[in-house]
C-alpha cells in the first residue's frame, strides 16, 4: 500500500444511497463543502431496488434541493389505498381524511438517479469502492475518515461525519457500545417481490389481509408494476418461479384483480427480511445516523425512505445552522428531532404489519380479530382518519410539538 494521501472538507458523508446523496445536494446549496465515501459502485447502489412511496415532506425536500423535475413530471400522485379482507377491498381517501395531503409513486431508484446525476452535474466528489472504510476521533472536534482504494491509503479530515451508510456501514458499527441502546423487533417472514413491466392491477396500491398471508398490488408507473407476498423465512428466491408467483398472487386477489391481472416476466425477484430497529441516540460527537443506519421499518407503512429524507432535513438544517450562525443548537437537537417521528413512524410500520399479516402458529381468532379491526377502521371516520394521517406522513414540526 501506498503511502496515505490526506485531503479535508467540511462534512463527509458515508455511503451514497439516497440519503446521503441528497444530504450532500443541500449542503452544496448552502455552501457547504462534503465528500461522499461508498463502498461499493454506483452501479451496484442504482440496482437496489427499494421503496416507490414518497410522502409530501419527501416530494417538498426533493424540490428544495433542486432535483424534482422528473418526479415532478413522472411520479403519479395517489389519493388513496385499498385494503382488503374477506375479498373485499375498502378505500382509504387519504386526500380527504388527511387534510388535503397525497403520496406520490416515484421509486427509490429514480430518486438515487437523479441526485446522482445533479452531484455528477455540480462536479462534487463521489468515491465509489473504497475499501476498509473507518472512521476515526469522531468524539473530538478534529474527526476523520481513511479508506484504501487503487493501491492507495486516503485520509480526509473534516468538521463532522454523517453516517448514511445503512443498517451494515461502518458509522454505527463504529459507535462505542456502552453508548449506544438498539432495540429490534425481527418477524418470522418476509417479502417476495417481483418487479414487471406490466400495467399495474389497479390505479391504486391494494393491501390484502388473505388466509394464505399478505398481500400488496403496487406500482413504479403505469406500465411498470411491483407486487408482494409474504412467505416464509425459510423460503429462497430460487424456490419461486415467475409462474408460481403469478398463481399465488392470483390465490390472495379477489376476483376483480384476478381479471384486470396482466403478467409478464420478472425483471427483479428478491426477498427482504422484516425488521423494525431503531439506535438511540443518533448521535455520537461529531458523527451523526440517519437513514437505515440509524432505523430500520417494515415496508408495510411505507415509511424507510421517508424517515430517511427527513433525518437529512434535520441534520442539513443543523450542520447549514452550525455553519451560518455559529450555533450548535440543532446538532444538539439533532437525535431528539429525529426520534421523535421516527418512533412515530416505527408504530404505524408495526400496527399495520401486524393488522395485515398471517402470523405463524396463530389461531383461527387472530384473523378474526384483524378483520373485526379493519371493518371498524374503515367504516368509523376517526379510524380512517387515523390510518390517512399516518400513512401520508404527519407533518415535521408535529413530532417537534408533540415533544415540547
Avoid at 418526479?71 to 395517489?78: A, F
Avoid at 403469478?246 to 416476466?265: A, C, F, I, N, S
Wanted: overall charge negative; proline content about 4%.
Amino acid at each position: 500500500m501506498n503511502a496515505a494521501k490526506t485531503s479535508r472538507t467540511q462534512v463527509v458523508i458515508m455511503g451514497a444511497g439516497p440519503s446521503g446523496l441528497l444530504l450532500g445536494q443541500l449542503l452544496h446549496k448552502a455552501g457547504i463543502d462534503a465528500v461522499i465515501v461508498e463502498r461499493v459502485s454506483g452501479d451496484y447502489v442504482l440496482g437496489r431496488i427499494r421503496a416507490g412511496i414518497l410522502e409530501q415532506v419527501s416530494v417538498d425536500l426533493l424540490n428544495e434541493a433542486g432535483v424534482g423535475q422528473r418526479m415532478n413530471q413522472e411520479g403519479l400522485v395517489h389519493g388513496g389505498i385499498e385494503l382488503m379482507w374477506d375479498g373485499r377491498r375498502h378505500r382509504v381517501d387519504l386526500n380527504k381524511y388527511s387534510g388535503g395531503q397525497n403520496v406520490m409513486v416515484y421509486g427509490q431508484t429514480e430518486v438515487t438517479h437523479d441526485l446522482m446525476q445533479a452531484r455528477a452535474a455540480a462536479g462534487l466528489p463521489t468515491i465509489y469502492e473504497a475499501r476498509n472504510t473507518a472512521v476515526h476521533d469522531f468524539d473530538t472536534a478534529k474527526p476523520y475518515v481513511t479508506w484504501d482504494k487503487g493501491g492507495v491509503s486516503h485520509r480526509i479530515d473534516c468538521d463532522f461525519i454523517a453516517g448514511c451508510d445503512g443498517f451494515h456501514g461502518v458509522c454505527r458499527a463504529s459507535a462505542p457500545r456502552a453508548a449506544i441502546t438498539e432495540y429490534e423487533k425481527v418477524y418470522p417472514f418476509g417479502w417476495l417481490g417481483l418487479l414487471s413491466d406490466t400495467p399495474p392491477v389497479s390505479d391504486e396500491l391494494i393491501y390484502i389481509n388473505s388466509p394464505r398471508g399478505f398481500a400488496l398490488c403496487s406500482q413504479r408507473s403505469k406500465t411498470r408494476s411491483r407486487y408482494y407476498l409474504q412467505v416464509p423465512l425459510t423460503q429462497h428466491v430460487e424456490d419461486w418461479s415467475d409462474d408460481a408467483f403469478w398463481q399465488e398472487l392470483r390465490l390472495r386477489l379477489d376476483d376483480e384483480g384476478r381479471d384486470k391481472l396482466v403478467t409478464g416476466p420478472s425483471l427483479e425477484k428478491s426477498i427482504a427480511p422484516l425488521r423494525s430497529f431503531v439506535t438511540e441516540p443518533l448521535r455520537f460527537g461529531r458523527m451523526f445516523l440517519a437513514g437505515d443506519a440509524g432505523h430500520i421499518v417494515p415496508p408495510t407503512g411505507a415509511k424507510g425512505l421517508n424517515l430517511a429524507t427527513t433525518d437529512v432535513k434535520y441534520l442539513s438544517n443543523a450542520l447549514i445552522e452550525f455553519y451560518r450562525d455559529k450555533s450548535e443548537a440543532g446538532i444538539d437537537d439533532y437525535s431528539r428531532k429525529c426520534l421523535g417521528r421516527i418512533w412515530r413512524a416505527e408504530r404505524f410500520s408495526w400496527w399495520l404489519t401486524q393488522l395485515m399479516h398471517r402470523f405463524p402458529h396463530d389461531e383461527q381468532i387472530t384473523a378474526k380479530f384483524q378483520h373485526a379491526e379493519l371493518d371498524y377502521l374503515t367504516h368509523s371516520e376517526a379510524g380512517l382518519r387515523t390510518i390517512a394521517e399516518n400513512y401520508v406522513g404527519l407533518p415535521l414540526d408535529f413530532a417537534e410539538r408533540a415533544l415540547m
